[in-house]
């Protein structure tokens, strides 16, 4: 079980919890503003774009390249981005804190 | 039984993809630059400043529709900043494929479309099964009444096209006379409909006036026609040929928003869209100049194998998929949650009633663009379904 809490652009914290899946699945499934998944998670539509907070950074992992290359186009981007569809939940994630870019 | 080559299938740009990036094509006088990689494809489309979308109307369309029709499609035909402001007027709207009660109805609607079909000996599955399931479904994201879809069937497969003809004013005159009509209605009488949606949206401190509402209402129809009827129609010859994949879904029906993805990507029901060059650029180092056109080449990219591993395949629980079947950037597709919806209900209700499809006979639909030929569908595509339960 991983605790993950989601920051949205209205600055309002949310905390929702899963097993298994991946992060922008726990976002829609909670209904987290900002995060749409529309192509449902294979890397397509940049619609589940999040700011890893940089103390996580460990723990979430790199972008892979075709990830970098989707969000090198996001003008919100930075160093910090990921898509939420390319992060699989796992234990190690508890206490993960993410902005959500849009 | 006529089997589909697999080859027809084949990506026809990849020799020039490879080689240089860019084809040629000529348009009724306003030639094009196709860019064929994926990733300069994503660049350009996401540098509206210098790739236009805000040109005269119609000519960021290939073919061009420049001589056909004066309304501007929005927000489609619109740049930042104001894009943004047409498109949030519009876009909770367009999600509403994902609420509970619209995707009961479109199940209801796609489940009686294909019963209808297992009780037919052979039927025509672009007239007889795609384009009625295209027109219904469409009733939902219009909220108008689903006998409206038996106007829009008679129509035919392209609002702006007749048969054997590549653009057709009196055709597109129906549409917009159709519109036009029932935006008075709307105006008149407001109810729950688009149509009155948009008339009674505000737009920069004033409500949306009537020719804006014909531009939303136009691109509604005209964007979601042919490509959502090719996309179904391609899936049927699709899931005839690879009847273990049908069997798959039925058994792991969690996948179907993968595959969803893949046969967009695969298929590209709209092979590309144009852009009015700005400024004097290069892409690929080619010279471009000035109020010059270039093309987004969708189906190109889409089979970019410096991205895709086995490009030329359907893989239809493909994980990494950064397709631009629905393009990209700023201009995505509005209705792609409709469509996507559209498609993951009929693979369901397919995989649920249908044992294997039977192709009877077809006629390809081939795009001529410049030096390329693409198959972007089917004029006809004679097939026979045969009932999971039989």
């Known amino acids: 079980m991983a605790k993950i809490t989601f920051i949205t652009s209205d600055d309002e914290k949310i905390t929702v919890e899963a097993e298994s899946g991946s992060v922008m699945e726990l976002a829609v499934e909670n209904n987290i503003q900002g995060i749409d998944g529309d192509c449902g998670g294979v890397c397509s539509c940049a619609t589940c774009h999040v700011h890893v907070l940089p103390e996580f950074v460990e723990k979430t992992g790199e972008a892979s390249e075709i990830e970098k290359d989707m969000l090198e186009l996001d003008d919100n981007a930075d160093e910090y981005s990921r898509l939420s569809c390319q992060i699989d939940i796992s234990p190690t994630l508890d206490g993960l804190v993410l902005k959500v870019a849009n | 039984m006529k089997h589909l080559d697999p080859s027809e299938m084949s990506c026809p740009f990849a020799a020039a993809r490879q080689e240089t990036g860019i084809g040629k094509m000529d348009d009724q006088n306003d030639p094009v630059t196709i860019l064929l990689r994926l990733k300069d494809v994503r660049k350009t489309a996401h540098n509206w400043k210098t790739f236009q979308s805000e040109a005269t109307p119609g000519r960021i369309v290939i073919p061009s529709e420049v001589n056909i029709r004066e309304t501007r499609q929005i927000p489609f035909e619109i740049d930042p900043p104001r894009h943004g402001e ?132 136009v691109l509604t129809f005209a964007g979601g026609r042919d490509t959502v009827i090719n996309a179904l129609t391609n899936s049927i010859a699709y899931f005839a040929e690879h009847p273990e994949s049908l069997e798959r879904i039925r058994k792991e029906p969690e996948i179907t928003g993968k595959t969803v993805e893949e046969l967009i990507r695969y298929f590209s029901p709209l092979t590309q869209m144009g852009r009015v060059v700005t400024e004097d650029t290069s892409v690929c180092d080619e010279d471009i100049k000035a109020d010059t056109r270039v093309s987004l080449c969708w189906a190109s990219a889409n089979r970019d194998e410096s991205v895709f591993e086995n490009a030329n395949e359907v893989v239809i629980d493909r994980k990494i998929n950064p397709h631009v079947g629905f393009g990209f950037s700023h201009h995505k597709c509005l209705g792609a949650t409709h469509a996507r919806q559209i498609m993951k209900v009929f693979i369901k209700v397919l995989s649920k009633k249908v044992e294997r499809i039977e192709i009877l006979d077809h006629k390809d639909n081939i795009e001529e663009l410049g030096e390329f030929k693409r198959k972007i569908g089917f004029h006809s595509l004679k097939v026979k379904l045969h009932s999971k339960l039989s």
């Open chain 2, 86 to 217: 047409y498109r949030s007027l519009v876009e909770a709207w367009f999600k509403r494929p994902l609420e509970e009660d619209y995707t009961s109805k479109l199940t209801t609607q796609i489940e009686m479309a294909i019963d209808e079909a297992l009780k037919n000996s052979s039927l025509e599955a672009v007239t007889e099964m795609a384009l009625p399931i295209q027109s219904r479904a469409l009733t939902l994201l219009l909220n108008t009444p689903y006998e409206e879809a038996e106007t829009w069937i008679s129509w035919g497969t392209h609002v702006f096209r007749s048969e054997g003809e590549a653009l057709d004013a009196n055709k597109a005159n129906v549409l917009y006379d159709y519109i036009d009509r029932e935006l008075d209605k709307s105006a008149k009488n407001p109810g729950e409909d688009l149509y009155s949606v948009l008339l009674n949206s505000d737009f920069e401190g004033r409500k949306l006036n009537k020719e804006e509402a014909e531009g939303v209402m």
